[in-house]
């Protein structure tokens, strides 16, 4: 399958950083890796149909175990950078 990688400032916050994540789940496709290369995070996406609107990744940090959440299922998780510094980051999906 085919995948598309984006960068994105990890200056960002997380609220920001889970809104370009959204942005470009319409465009490429669902989520598939969270990562970070120098000072920027990186993004995989499958090329294929977006999900919808309510079923777009919602990011979490965690410290030493991505917390399972009721309602949905767990992505990914990587190491990124929020507001400049290095956290582990969770994505997750609303379960239908």
């Known amino acids: 399958m085919a995948t598309a990688k984006e960068a994105t400032p990890g200056t960002q916050d997380l609220p ?10 319409g465009i490429f496709g669902p ?8 000072a920027n995070n990186v993004m995989t ?18 410290t030493d175990h991505p917390a ?12 990124c950078l ?4 290095a956290q582990q980051v969770a994505a997750y999906r609303k379960t239908p």
């Open 68 to 79: 399972q959440k009721a309602g949905y299922s767990l992505v990914c998780a990587g190491s």
């Open 82 to 85: 929020v507001s400049g510094k």
């Open 31 to 38: 989520l598939q890796v969270l990562s970070s290369e120098g």
């Open 16 to 25: 920001t950083f889970q809104v370009v994540v959204q942005q470009n789940e």
């Open 45 to 62: 996406f499958q090329v294929g149909p977006s999900p919808d609107t309510g079923h777009r990744a919602i990011l979490d940090t965690y």
